[in-house]
């Protein structure tokens, strides 16, 4: 688990080695390269895809996000809605999905660099590169 600067690094999306740089290269509501991420870390030279395929478990990160959303959604809408129609709960779920996709999608690849590449915080690094 990160510490309270490495949290403020993982939600500013920095990159996890020098928490300097972001590695998005553009903003997230930049609909059309809201996924593109920098190779290497421009600060510490980290790269970002520790092996080939190693973004494909950010799938399951966003399937996990995904279903907490269509739970949050459903359980709200039954109760403050009064149980409305089924269609009303689709329509919901799926404006909130998409609208919310890229952050979903960089908070999920977020979350496997920080949590499952096996790179700590190193304040020294980029007086080494």
């Known amino acids: 688990m990160p510490d309270i600067a490495g949290l403020r690094a993982l939600i500013g999306c920095r990159c996890p080695r020098c928490r300097k740089v972001a590695v ?3 903003a997230a509501w930049h609909l059309a390269k809201f996924d593109r991420m920098h190779k290497n870390c421009p ?3 980290f790269y970002y895809e520790i092996e080939v395929g190693f973004f494909w478990g950010a799938m399951y990160i966003s399937y996990g996000f995904s279903v907490l959303i269509v739970l949050l959604v459903g359980v709200s ?3 403050l809605a009064d149980d409305p129609p ?3 709960y689709l329509v919901a779920v ?3 999905i998409t609208i919310l ?3 979903l999608f960089r908070y999920a690849r977020m979350l496997m ?3 499952f590449s096996g790179t700590k915080f ?6 080494r590169s």
Not at 122 to 127: A, G, H, R, V
């Open 101 to 103: 996709t890229p952050v």
């Open 94 to 96: 799926a404006s909130i």
């Open 113 to 115: 660099l920080y949590f």
């Open 86 to 88: 089924a269609w009303v």
């Open 43 to 45: 600060a510490c030279n």
């Open 122 to 127: 190193d304040p020294t690094c980029i007086t």
């Open 24 to 26: 998005y290269t553009h």
């Open 77 to 79: 809408l039954f109760y």
